[in-house]
């Protein structure tokens, strides 16, 4: 299969060496420049997880463009989530009948958030996996599990081409029935954790305080009446992280689900993305719902994004 990642970010790189190593194709496109400044190689660190944990630490050649074409089997998008509107737009001129995997966190209406692509012609996803990149290394990995909305009406035939090309790099897929109300407990999370992150100076800091995650509960907590404005279920994992007593969710995360060692652990820890739009983006949906957001209002007032809309105020 021929494959074209939007963007060389964190998650396109990771999972495009894993297709590459499966037999695919794989090039990337990046923004104007982008492609002198990134060069052929970037330098990779990979704690591959699909079998037990392997660390993959190579110089992996990749394939650039900074023009789009529809010459491709399938388009992965996973970019920064304010980048999507204007991937979307992009995508709809120049990537012609080519189907597309929105494999990214959303907070939008789905069909809205991809306008004014088709419908019909995208299938939403998630990965299981993070880090990040810096002076060209990539430091991250990724786990055996991706997450794929089930097929739509019209969208089996995208699915199915989807589901072969994971399965044919041994990923397991977990089906979602309700990719929207996933997407929005899982973006509700990330502002939570973002909330948390900008308190502490940065994503590896947060697991250097015994107290963190608790305060991530705390602030999910907040987050939940929003959730539910927007007529959201309130999944099994928001569940736990608010109804868990908060000294609990510290020891249950620092000694279970992100124990020193673990692969999810090291996903945070080479996080070195800029938070704060997750927040953005909840802070505003609560102002527009009347409800009261104290503890992540604190935090918004302290990202680029809400100083971006005072200086263009004043």
Known sequence: MRILFFGRGVISTQYAWAFEKAGHTVEFYVRKGRKETFGSDIELELWDGRKGKQVIKESWNVKLHEELSPNYDLI??????????EAAQLLSTAAGNTPVLIFNNVWQDLKSSISPLPINNVVFGFPAGGGGIADNKFRGGFLKMVFLEKPRAGTEHINNKIKALFESAH?????????????WNHFAMNA??????????????????NDSFANVGRNMREIIPVLKARGAKIDMISQLITKIPPALLDTLFNKIILAKGSLPRFFIEYNNSKPGFAIFEVVKEAKKLGIPLPRLTVAYDKTEYHKAIENSTS
């Open 192 to 209: 939570a954790m973002e909330t948390e992150v900008l308190k502490r100076g940065s994503f590896p800091a947060l697991m250097n305080h």
């Open 171 to 183: 990923f397991k897929i977990s089906w979602i029935k309700d990719m929207q109300n996933w997407l």
């Open 76 to 85: 992965i998008v996973s970019v920064n989530t304010e980048q999507l509107p």
